[in-house]
């Protein structure tokens, strides 16, 4: 450790991003890789080009390394001209963001002139690039497989992304590929905070705010130029890293497109946060692609803070109102409803520091601790009056609980005679309770169930 450095602060040596994007000419497999890689069904998968309107985000681990997948599939064509620059579009925003670029071709259908003009944006770029060869259901892949050498991005990996032949050597390669690099020291005890929102909700106003009020106590950690950047906040009695990210601070290109950018950016902020700052528009109201980006913090079990930015320009902003919008807001994250909302403005810094108070408050739930004996008093007290449903005739009896002390997110671990029969309404009772005696507001709480 190097001189000077007290012991709460760690030099990481990790994988930076770890972020996979999935590019290709529509109907290559990019969705069924997608949802084999995630082991989920959320893409939608059809015969016809052009299914996959949404952009998809999910998680993968192969070898102990857990990475970000993103499905770039989806764009519409109405004309050579539109599909060449939605192409471009496409890929440059998978070279912006991707450690990894998965580059899926047909390999029934030869190489075209959309994959060649695919493969020489990609030749030009500095992103470790995998060509991936699909459909190659019979195993006979490696006959066709060398034309795919003409694309110039070296040797194709022949894969069925229907039944998953050759996806284990497919992400052995993956690993291979991610680079590797260094974060500088970071004191682990100081919470992370990430601001996220959609383009224009007023995430520049707030980070700009933020910086204006403690330009010189501000203090960069190095990291990289496209990674997660900590910036260190200790003023007005608060003391944190912003995590925010190079994107953040960019010009937005002309010419791209700023809803499926946002999400990336959002991914990266997201993943090295303890807490997530989420910016609603008052002026606009709650979005789907503000449920999106929700979705990405609850994957990744973050704590959470609303923020309804513009509130002093908004029409109405009476009491009623604010248990609209907030009703609005909880009604589209639901069943997660128990979470801090703030009204303000960060261009005029109305209760930005309220903003920042919840942010540490909700980090000090995220490592609330019951003591053993305190939780199971009363949870036997809330197991007794409504008992586990009866399964095929055999009573869930529920002996015991406990909290995890070195858990990420508040866990409770219950022990059953069958923790098999407990279904997930009696799940949500048990976690409805928790909440209702003690504050985990913002935090979203991990329940397990083992056999005693």
Known sequence: MPAGMGKKHRIYKKYMGRLIAIVGRPNVGKSTLFNRLTKTRAAIVNDTSGTTRDRQYGKTEWNGMEMSVVDTGGWVVNSDDIFEGEINKQVQLAIDEADVILFMVDIKGGVTDLDEMVASILRRSNKP???????DDNNEGIYAEAEFYSLGLGQPYSISAINGTGTGDLLDEVVRKMPKEEVESVDESLPRFAIVGRPNAGKSSLINALMDEQRNIVTDIAGTTRDSIYSRYNKFGFDFYLVDTAGIRKKNKVNEDIEYYSVLRSIRAIEYSDVCILIIDATRGIESQDVNIFSIIEKNRKGLVVLVNKWDIAHDKSMKSIDYMEQTIKARFAPFTDFPIVFGSALTK??????????????????RIIPTSQLNNAMQEIIGAYPPPATKGKLVKIKYVTMLKEAKVPTFVFFCNLPQWIKDPYKRYLENQIRERWNFAGTPINLYFRQK
């Open 129 to 135: 690039v995998i060509v991936v060869t699909n459909k």
């Open 350 to 367: 109305q209760r930005i520091f309220k903003v920042l108070q919840e942010a540490i408050n909700v980090q000090e739930n995220r490592k």
